[in-house]
């Protein structure tokens, strides 16, 4: 069993929505899942979170106000909804868990990546 799988990649249209889910096998109740992006020859870069417990999020900058985060703790999954997408942001999406705040070098599992294209 592995412990996050991602779901809901795919292509869309430059301002286009989509959905991203990623379930989770176990997690502690004080612990965080989110996301991170990256793109080729960059580092991964922090997109949000979400407290399991609380369901408190957090979101970067410069996705505010067009990423939110939630989770069904019933589906052990969390969600990511991406609105108006843009195709300059980096394109692969790695779901992420660990105690927060999340950070790179202190994330206890990393979902396989999925892939987010977006057209001009």
């Known amino acids: 069993q592995v412990q996050l799988v991602e779901s809901g990649g795919g292509s869309v249209q430059a301002g286009g929505s989509l959905t991203l889910s990623c379930a989770v096998r176990s997690i502690l109740r004080t612990q965080a899942m989110g996301w991170f992006r990256q793109a080729p020859g960059k580092e991964r870069e922090f997109v949000g979170s979400?407290?399991?417990?609380?369901?408190?999020?957090s979101i970067a900058d410069d996705v505010k106000g067009r990423f939110t985060i939630s989770r069904v703790i019933t589906k052990s999954t969390a969600y990511i909804q991406m609105n108006s997408l843009k195709p300059e942001e980096p394109d692969v999406y790695y779901c992420a868990q660990a105690f927060p705040p999340l950070r790179l070098g202190r994330i206890d599992y990393w979902g396989q990546g999925t892939q987010v294209t977006v057209s001009s």
């Open positions: 979400i407290s399991w417990s609380s369901g408190d999020s």
